[in-house]
């Protein structure tokens, strides 16, 4: 379940992503809790690619026995 967390003014998907990253750091979050939001981000993994590329620095792994990734965020 995602809480909501602030509000920002027509957010990107990246913005998104980095909000419920940063809310819930230093867990980790399901990857299929994007797709769960109001508005499902789909391609999840490209706005964490697009944040990485910005300096963010996310981790992954691959959750036991399931076929998508978790992440966390560290900086």
């Given at each position: 379940?995602v809480?909501?967390?602030?509000?920002?003014?027509?957010?990107t998907?990246?913005?998104?992503?980095?909000?419920?990253?940063?809310?819930?750091?230093?867990?980790?979050?399901?990857?299929?809790?994007?797709l769960?939001?109001?508005?499902?981000?789909?391609?999840?993994?490209?706005?964490?690619?697009?944040?990485?590329?910005?300096?963010?620095?996310?981790?992954?792994?691959?959750?036991?026995?399931?076929?998508?990734?978790?992440?966390?965020?560290?900086?």
């Amino acid at each position: 379940m995602v809480k909501k967390i602030g509000y920002i003014k027509n957010p990107t998907q990246e913005e998104i992503v980095l909000s419920i990253l940063k809310y819930a750091k230093p867990k980790w979050v399901d990857g299929m809790s994007f797709l769960r939001l109001q508005k499902p981000i789909t391609q999840y993994h490209a706005r964490i690619w697009g944040l990485q590329q910005k300096g963010f620095e996310i981790e992954g792994r691959f959750i036991k026995g399931k076929s998508w990734k978790e992440y966390r965020l560290i900086k």
